[in-house]
Structure formats: C-alpha cells, structure tokens
Nanobody
Framework: QVHLAEAGGGLVQAGASLRLSCAFS????????MTWFRQNPGKERAFVAG????????LYADSLKGRFTISKNAAENTAYLQMNSLKPEDTGVYYC????????????????????WGQGTQVTVSF
C-alpha cells in the first residue's frame, strides 16, 4: 500500500519561499503521477500542481504559474513543490496525492482521481 508523507510547511512572510516534500513508499515511484492540492477551512481541495509518472509533463493551476515548481526525484522516491514569492492567499493545508497510471502526461487534476494521500502540511503566509 502506498504511503505518502509531506514535510516542509511553516509560517513565513509574504515574498518568502518554501519547499514542500512528499516522501513516497510502498509502490513503484515511477509508475505514479504525483499531485499537490491545497485546502482551506470550509472549502474543497483545490489543484495546485501535478507531474506525470516519468516527470515529462507538468501542470499548474493558472494562478500559480511561474511561482511554483513541481518535481520528482526517483533516486529519493520523493516529490517536491518549490513555492516562491509566496502570497497570503497561498495559505492552506497542502496535500500530496498519488495515482498509478500508464499515461505519460498529467491527466488527472481532481481529488476524486487520486487514491493515495498524505496527512497534509500547513503553510501560512503572513502579510
């Protein structure tokens, strides 16, 4: 069974950077597409960024393009989300999700498509 563990969240000021990590275990890492979602109280989980199983394709929420970068490191079995120029509206709990797939592109960007989830890591960006 796939297990995901996020780390790297925290409290930062606007303009700062954070790098979130998602440690993957229990499966073949290169067989899984990885995605980050964000959730705020009372709201549904929103797509942030996704990367294909082979890292050949990435997809970002339109509002985040140019500030966030998703990556995978197969040697470490870890996915990353580099977040730069953080804004208060980036605040939320960030969840890592994984889905086994044969596709080489980022095809799934809704929470319902993902079967494995981490516990989440809180990111708070102050003014």
């Amino acid at each position: 069974q796939v297990h995901l563990a996020e780390a790297g969240g925290g409290l930062v000021q606007a303009g700062a950077s954070l790098r979130l990590s998602c440690a993957f275990s229990g499966g073949y890492f290169n067989g899984y597409a990885m995605t980050w979602f964000r959730q705020n109280p009372g709201k549904e989980r929103a797509f942030v960024a996704g990367i294909s199983r082979t890292s050949g394709d990435t997809l970002y929420a339109d509002s985040l393009k140019g500030r966030f970068t998703i990556s995978k490191n197969a040697a470490e079995n870890t996915a990353y989300l580099q977040m730069n120029s953080l804004k208060p509206e980036d605040t939320g709990v960030y969840y890592c999700a994984a889905r086994t797939t044969q596709r080489n592109n980022v095809y799934y960007n809704t929470p319902e498509a993902y079967t494995a989830w981490g516990q989440g890591t809180q990111v708070t960006v102050s003014f």
